[in-house]
């Protein structure tokens, strides 16, 4: 267990999209297949960042464990002895890790997250959480504790991971310069996953926004249950504009652009590759089809490996998993209660 580690969480808060897969669960799959043996792989259910938002609590479980399958019928391959795969409150040391950073972390900070803002200006000032404002301290815990050097997540959540190095760095230069590994700052993560720019899906319909489980949009989101006739319906009406001619520019074309970022990761191309390709043609319907046909080809491929899970092989892995999670969890953990002044 002494080999780096590469991580990454997706919550079980309502079914899973298009973005989640390409920002989240797909450069996870492609880092495990490119560096198997030379790292550690830790995919993981943040089930206890689930509810920091409104939810259906009577669904969770169930999609916690869907969220399992998720994984793996995106490829993950857990059959490989570095990769673990565990629910985050089967490992309490979680929860209390990020009291302690939560003390170390500052007020203004968790403040100027805009993903926080953006979902507080949604839901109303009654209905926010302290959990919403806070989570930003729980993932830095769910990085920290297991001292990930790489996070593969989208571009949602850069500011999350650089407040994740900026309390690492702080607590370091306090109590020891080793106690925590720092996560690699943004530019060093793309790069590692092999993007040309963090990924951001938009919706379909309202390409300015991100592609999003908890927005009310689902004609704009493609989730990863949905029959392929009907994604190639909401990729065939998605929102562009009257330019008239491709060309990737997010701000002038958010649209046309957000369709061309769908196509190069679903064919794993560079994005500069497909935007040249694509620049100066006038048909938006050929590059519409073009889309559609790779996501109706990705959803039967995706589906058909849910199908196949095998649920005992997971819950198996899923158990040891959680099993050594725990030690190495409770590891670490020690160490900063010691640094701290809580531990002899
Ligand atoms: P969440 O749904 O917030 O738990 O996010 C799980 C993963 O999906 C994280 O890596 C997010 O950055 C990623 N993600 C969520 N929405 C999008 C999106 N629209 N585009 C790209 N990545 C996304």
Not at 164 to 190: S, Y
Not at 199 to 228: C, E, F, H, Q, Y
């Amino acid at each position: 267990m002494n080999k780096p580690v590469i991580l990454t969480g997706l919550r079980a808060n309502g079914e899973l999209h298009l973005g989640n897969y390409l920002g989240g669960m797909l450069p996870m799959v492609q880092l495990q297949a490119k560096y198997a043996g030379e790292y550690q792989v830790n995919m993981f259910v943040p089930d206890l960042h689930s509810f920091t938002t409104p939810i259906d609590h009577g669904k969770l479980y169930l999609q916690i464990v869907q969220n399992l399958k998720l994984f793996v019928a995106a490829g993950l391959d857990i059959s490989n002895d570095d990769t673990y795969i565990y629910r985050q409150s089967y490992v309490p040391m979680h929860s209390e890790l990020t009291w302690i950073l939560d003390c170390f972390t500052y007020f203004g900070e968790l403040s100027r997250m805009t993903e926080f803002k953006d979902k507080a200006s949604r839901l109303g000032h009654e209905s926010i959480s302290v959990g919403l404002y806070n989570y930003p301290a729980l993932m830095a815990a769910d990085i920290l504790l297991y001292a990930a050097k790489y996070v593969p997540v989208g571009d949602d959540q850069r500011q999350h991971i650089e407040l994740t190095r900026d309390i690492a760095l702080r607590m370091n230069n306090k109590f020891n310069k080793d106690l925590f590994v720092v996560p690699a700052e943004w530019t060093e993560q793309v790069a590692f996953a092999e993007r040309d720019a963090g990924v951001r899906i938009k919706s379909l319909r309202n390409p300015t926004k991100k592609m999003s489980k908890s927005i009310d949009d689902p004609a704009g989101t493609i989730l990863l249950t949905d029959a392929p006739e009907a994604a190639v319906k909401k990729i065939m009406g998605a929102e562009t504009d009257s330019l008239g001619v491709i060309h990737y520019d997010i701000e002038a074309q958010p649209g046309i652009s957000n369709l061309l970022q769908i196509l190069a990761l679903l064919i794993n191309e560079p994005l500069s590759r497909v935007a040249d390709t694509w620049d100066g043609k006038t048909a938006y319907s050929d590059l519409k089809k073009a889309v559609a046909n790779e996501v109706k080809v990705f959803l039967h491929d995706f589906q058909t490996k849910l199908a196949a899970v095998n649920e005992a092989d997971l819950l198996r892995k899923l158990e040891a998993s959680e099993f050594l999670m725990r030690d190495v969890a409770g590891q670490r953990l020690y160490k900063i209660q010691q640094a701290v002044g809580l531990r002899p």
